[in-house]
T-cell receptor
Framework: QQKVQQSPESLIVPEGGMASLNCTSS?????YFWWYRQHSGKSPKMLM?????GEKEEGRFTVHLNKASLHTSLHIRDSQPSDSALYLC???????????FGQGTKLSIKP | EAAVTQSPRNKVAVTGGKVTLSCNQT?????MYWYRQDTGHGLRLIHY???????EKGDIPDGYKASRPSQENFSLILELATPSQTSVYFCASATSNSDYTFGSGTRLLVI
């Protein structure tokens, strides 16, 4: 079983709507979380990172982190067709630098 | 512009043959990583390196070797390729804070 679990596997959201993606680590030895976006046929690109409990907002994107439950969520408001992509969550074990990725959530925005 | 370059972009190999995937980075990052991406599995870590001359096993190292002859270059070697190694392979370089830069990927088909 993957140490980083994402849900849902896939999500369809109408254009202009809110998309909410979830991610949980079963490995307690992690401290940092990242969200990546990967368009079809392209390489992953970092969207946002979060290290502290609470919320972080950048434009239409908001990330939440609960370190006690090792759960993070990504929320995209006013979703656009260009947001259609695979969203990958990643966690970093303490002092190791490497990232462990989840299986991804495929987001489709319907015009 | 700092970058991670992978070669080849596409490769068809025969079962039992030797395959070498190459990765070059101009970011002057100490850390480099090899992942494979398959539908439903996200990115899985194969091998990584903290600097020239060092290699470490990731989560799925069986059937793969890695070589880091210099700061810039990190290779992934399949000594005896098998159809189960058909996948998309991504190389990344990163800072010690896990700020990753991914290459464009190598699509490998083993027949």
């Amino acid at each position: 079983q993957q140490k980083v679990q994402q849900s849902p596997e896939s999500l369809i959201v109408p254009e202009g709507g809110m998309a909410s993606l979830n991610c949980t680590s079963s490995d307690r030895n992690v401290d940092y979380f990242w969200w990546y976006r990967q368009h079809s046929g392209k390489s992953p690109k970092m969207l946002m990172s979060i290290f502290s409990n609470g919320e972080k907002e950048e434009g239409r994107f908001t990330v939440h982190l609960n370190k006690a439950s090792l759960h993070t969520s990504l929320h995209i408001r006013d979703s656009q067709p260009s947001d259609s992509a695979l969203y990958l969550c990643a966690a970093s074990p303490y002092n190791q630098g490497k990232l462990i990725f989840g299986q991804g959530t495929k987001l489709s925005i319907k015009p | 512009e700092a970058a991670v370059t992978q070669s080849p972009r596409n490769k068809v190999a025969v079962t039992g043959g030797k395959v070498t995937l190459s990765c070059n980075q101009t970011n002057n990052h100490n850390n480099m990583y090899w992942y494979r991406q398959d539908t439903g599995h996200g990115l899985r870590l194969i091998h990584y390196s903290y600097g020239a001359g060092s290699t470490e096993k990731g989560d799925i190292p069986d059937g793969y070797k890695a070589s880091r002859p210099s700061q810039e270059n990190f290779s992934l070697i399949l000594e005896l390729a098998t159809p189960s190694q058909t996948s998309v392979y991504f190389c990344a370089s990163a800072t010690s804070n896990s700020d990753y830069t991914f290459g464009s990927g190598t699509r490998l088909l083993v027949i």
